[in-house]
């Protein structure tokens, strides 16, 4: 019975699975650190293979680089031996909600979750340090190879701490900087779904160099825009020379071809433009059919300079003349030759959306198409600028909207919830989940929640917070709060309550709750000793390969990540013949961890014909019961894919 695989993926290997599809001629063969063959690629070919002129050596080329960043590319793709522990006592609705909070240190989060959300994310969002020179960097830990890296996947600096400051002093300030946002972004990206969206917000410190590692990571062609949040009105007077009133958002799509960018409802003046209605469009505005500007020009595209008739009444407009009709060409007021903005076949496809209007002060008709007010059945948006400037984006507003919550002033800086919701709107106008790296306060799901409640689109969150400790003398920890996680699931729990309170009977079937889970080491067992190192005395030790107080809770959600499954599927507990059985998703996944597994329980789970089935190696007595196991299932359910832990 194979084996299923409980550490994150290799993306390293992925990665070369890839170059080989795309070019096997590069891939060849090496050693790894203790001897054995394994597949490597040729730089030097993979070189060749996309240059059309012969490579003899390094070339220089645009590029961001600094201190470390091979070693934040190695961060990213090494795998961690590492799981996700469910937290009941911490969630709400644990058994039926979607909504996600991981506590931990989000890196780790981003590779647990790899195969399980790969192209699934709708929006992430990132609101990370700002490298002020007071503020916190992760202390990632750059080991040598790969298989160091799972040995100190835990590894933490010499006080323990997960968080390092990143003084000026440091010879390394914005190289640390960068190898903490590198390998994120990068394993962020690969969870965009094709139409998904990526925004960051950033102040001055480190705009240049986030923008140049989204550019690298997503590719030039993908940036969306830099919008400029007014974030501080009266300006920080702590910034020297100038006060600093404003953030950036930076915003990237992970395929600009495909992206869905949402906009804002129309406001009343806006909706006034839509004065006239038709019968089967219905409300409708007049936009010119001949483009203004400079740049319009005949010579431009003179194939969309060509006369358009009106019916002597003025009541019919066409490409195509008739007898009396008037002539209409694109001229401008001043005379000069223009175009119009459609060309003659879609001129005449969409001819019912032409109309005709005289202008008096011209003494001629001018030529305009209807602008319907809804698209599909779906009122159509303006769009979002590239100054975000409402009052309600003020920052002080975050603070005395979280104090008001909380009943305490127990945050910093958290940001405001109506700068959240236009986030959501931007990024994920339809729904879908949405993902914060550096939850913080939690704004973000409250934002979600609230949004979702407003337009009844089904959105989903996605928290990461580091269990960073509060200090010792804040108000939130007098208030007995021990760290920021804790701090946010409680401002998520409030949140949920004041959606619902102000959603009334509407709130119908928003999800309010989130299922928390937990960074922690591998539920497997810890066995380094060679065979001949082991004492008979200890051999009881290790005849079980899970570690002691892991429950078989714990157990199923390190298979779900091993699987790739969602970790928000709904899970039953069926107990039979005295075995707890779990059945994910209606039989997505069958697991029985029981330490003795019967042959009853082997047919009856045979017989629901799941997918998936995963049993404990050690709950087979002998070789004989695991290949029993395996026969039942060859007969009763072949397709089921059968492994052991």
């Known amino acids: 019975m194979e084996k299923l695989r409980m550490h994150s993926p290799d993306l390293t290997e992925r990665n070369i699975d890839k170059i080989a599809e795309l070019f096997p001629t590069v891939i060849t063969e090496g050693r790894d650190e203790e001897g054995n063959p394994t597949r490597a690629v ?15 050596g390094p070339q220089e080329r645009y590029q961001l680089n600094w201190p470390g960043k091979r070693e934040a590319l190695f961060a990213a793709n090494a795998p961690i031996a590492k799981t996700l522990r469910p937290v009941r006592e911490e969630s709400v609705e644990f058994d039926s909600t979607q ?5 931990g240190d989000n890196l780790d989060a981003l590779k647990l979750i790899q195969e399980s959300y790969l192209g699934k994310i709708k929006l992430i ?17 750059f080991a040598a190879t790969t298989a160091e890296y799972l040995a100190r996947s835990g590894q933490v600096d010499d006080e323990g ?20 946002m590198y390998p994120r972004v990068k394993l962020a990206r690969t969870l965009l779904r094709t139409d998904g969206v990526f925004v960051a917000s950033i102040d001055s410190h480190e705009t240049h160099n986030l923008r140049k590692i989204c550019d690298e990571v997503f590719g030039e062609r993908n940036f969306v825009a830099e919008a400029i949040v007014i974030a501080s009105p009266r300006g920080r007077q702590s910034d020297s020379f100038l006060a600093g009133v404003h953030d950036s958002l930076l915003i990237y799509a992970r395929d600009r071809q495909f992206a869905k960018v949402g906009g804002l409802p129309l406001d009343e003046e806006q909706r006034g433009d839509f004065k006239f209605h038709d019968p089967e469009l219905g409300p409708y505005r007049l936009l010119g059919l001949r483009q203004r500007g400079t740049a319009s020009k005949r010579s431009d595209r003179p194939e969309m300079y060509f006369p358009i008739y009106v019916s002597s009444d003025g009541d019919r407009v066409s490409v195509d003349s008739e007898p009396g009709w008037h002539e209409v060409l694109p001229r401008k007021s001043d005379g000069s030759d223009g175009r119009w903005a459609w060309g003659r076949d879609r001129c005449r496809a969409l001819n019912h959306l032409l109309v005709a209007r005289w202008i ?69 106008p339809d729904g879908g989940i949405v993902v914060d790296l550096f939850a913080g306060s939690g704004t973000t799901a409250q934002a979600v929640l609230e949004t979702s409640a407003i337009d009844g689109k089904p959105r ?5 917070q580091l269990d960073e400790a509060l200090p010792e003398k804040s108000p939130a920890r007098r208030a007995g709060y021990e760290t920021i996680a804790q701090l946010s699931r409680e401002r998520i729990r409030r949140a949920a309550a004041k959606v619902a309170t102000d959603a009334g009977v509407t709130v119908g079937g928003l999800d309010l709750g989130f299922r ?21 005395d200890e051999l009881d030790l290790y005849t079980d390969s899970i570690k002691p107080g892991r429950t078989e809770e ?32 209606d039989g997505a996944l069958i697991a029985c961890f029981a330490d003795e597994v019967s042959p009853a329980v082997v047919r009856e789970i045979a017989k629901r014909e799941p997918l998936r089935v995963v049993f404990r190696d050690s709950g087979f007595t002998t070789d004989a019961d695991r290949i029993n196991a395996e026969q039942v299932f060859a007969e009763v359910s072949p397709a089921t894919d059968v492994k052991a832990i």
């Open 360 to 428: 008096e002060r011209r003494g001629e008709y001018d030529i305009f198409t209807k602008d319907a007010l809804f698209r599909e059945g779906v009122e159509r948006q303006r769009k979002f600028k590239t100054l975000w400037a409402s009052s309600s984006f003020d920052n002080q507003n975050g603070t005395q909207e979280t104090k008001a919550l909380m009943g305490g002033d127990f945050m910093s800086y958290p940001k405001p919830v109506a700068l959240m919701r236009d986030i959501c709107l931007l990024g994920a």
């Open 460 to 464: 989903q969150f996605l928290l990461t």
């Open 125 to 141: 969002y990132i609101d990370p340090p700002y490298n002020t020179g007071n503020d916190f960097v992760y202390c990632d830990d």
């Open 161 to 180: 701490n997960r968080l390092v400051a990143n003084t000026e002093s440091n010879g390394r300030f914005h190289s640390d900087w960068l190898s903490m």
């Open 42 to 56: 040729d730089f030097d070919l993979l070189r060749q293979e996309l240059s059309d002129h012969v490579i003899e």
């Open 99 to 103: 909504n996600l909070f991981i506590e």
């Open 554 to 585: 714990d157990l199923l959600f390190q298979v779900l990540l091993g699987w790739g499954l969602d970790l928000t599927m709904p899970i039953a507990i069926e107990v039979f013949d005295g075995r707890e059985i779990f059945v994910v998703d």
């Open 516 to 536: 928390t889970l937990r960074v922690d080491s591998t539920n497997l067992a810890d066995v380094l000793r060679t065979p001949d190192g082991l004492g008979q």
